[in-house]
């Protein structure tokens, strides 16, 4: 793995991190960007899901209060855009309340606010960049709360950051594929691709914040007389069958790989790409 800002995967469930070259404020409150790419803007989103950390920094009751007596806060998440005028204009799009106690929001806590119909309409009308403001208040005003927002001076690892479902639209257009691939109940014999989905969380790995599952596919199968072979040397070898060889064998041919966040032992987020995650293609070597 490797320590690096959010960037967009190669998949269809892609993370975009806040930009941290901009800094602007509207009405004494932080701005934060992200920006997308033509490629990523091309797709329809099927869901959007802004995270934040949030965290006490100061607190106007008493000490002494029991640190895990609940208290309810509001998350309101508006888009800035421009008016008729030109000028600066507040757009909300979502608000949740959430119960937290002292207790958490003194390491700090990540919360989720769903942004689908914000992200999907910017896909929309794409402008250079998604502005948006995040205000939180706590419901008895007793603790001024704090989002991180993305700085050369700050911990990066907490800025906030969109994570994004595009809309599968691969039965629009017309790909290519060598090998074949087969369902469970498929009668083939042959070397043929299978679907297989590992989901991490039945494995015990809560430590992986995303995926949860991912599709990895696999390949089996019998490799009869030059099928799906890669190399013209694998058929002379099964012809000439010298001793300690064994005949080809159903194995994959394209691999492709996976974006993942996860928390390291400082729990902070790691954003890293895995290679060879994903059977895209099965063939006989």
Same mark, same amino acid.
């Given at each position: 793995? !490797?320590?690096?800002?959010?960037?967009?995967?190669?998949?269809?469930?892609? &993370? *975009?991190s806040a930009d941290a070259r901009r800094h602007n404020h509207f009405k004494g409150l932080k701005v934060v960007n992200f920006r997308f790419t033509?490629?990523?803007?091309?797709?329809?989103?099927?869901?959007?899901?802004?995270?934040?950390?949030?965290?006490e920094i100061e607190s106007r009751q008493n000490t002494t209060s029991d640190p895990e007596e609940p208290f309810t806060i509001s998350i309101q998440v508006s888009r800035i855009t421009r008016n008729s005028q030109g000028n600066k204009a507040s757009v909300p799009y979502t608000e949740n309340s959430v119960k937290l106690t002292r207790k958490e929001?003194?390491?700090? !806590?990540?919360?989720?606010?769903?942004?689908?119909?914000?992200?999907?309409? &910017? *896909?929309?009308l794409p402008r250079d960049h998604l502005a948006l403001v995040v205000r939180v208040q706590d419901s008895k005003s007793r603790m001024s709360l704090a989002v991180p927002h993305p700085s050369s001076e700050s911990n990066n690892a907490l800025m906030p950051y969109i994570e994004v479902s595009l809309r599968d639209n691969s039965h629009k257009r017309t790909r290519r594929t060598i090998g074949m691939d087969c369902t469970e109940n498929s009668k083939e014999v042959r070397c043929c691709r299978y679907p297989l989905v590992?989901?991490?969380?039945?494995?015990?790995?809560?430590?992986?914040?995303?995926?949860?599952?991912?599709?990895?596919n696999y390949c089996s199968g019998e490799c009869p007389y030059s099928f799906l072979q890669k190399y013209p040397h694998t058929h002379l070898v099964h012809l000439a069958a010298p001793q300690g060889s064994g005949g080809p064998c159903c194995a994959p041919r394209r691999m492709s790989s996976i974006s993942m966040l996860y928390f390291d032992h400082d729990l902070n987020i790691i954003y890293g790409t895995i290679p060879g995650m994903v059977v895209e293609s099965c063939g006989c070597s």
């Open positions: 793995f !490797k320590t690096i800002d959010f960037k967009q995967s190669l998949s269809n469930h892609l &993370f *975009f033509d490629k990523v803007l091309q797709n329809e989103v099927d869901e959007a899901v802004l995270s934040i950390h949030l965290q929001l003194k390491v700090g !806590k990540w919360l989720k606010v769903n942004v689908t119909n914000m992200v999907a309409e &910017f *896909f929309r590992v989901n991490f969380e039945e494995f015990g790995w809560d430590w992986i914040i995303a995926p949860k599952q991912y599709d990895a």
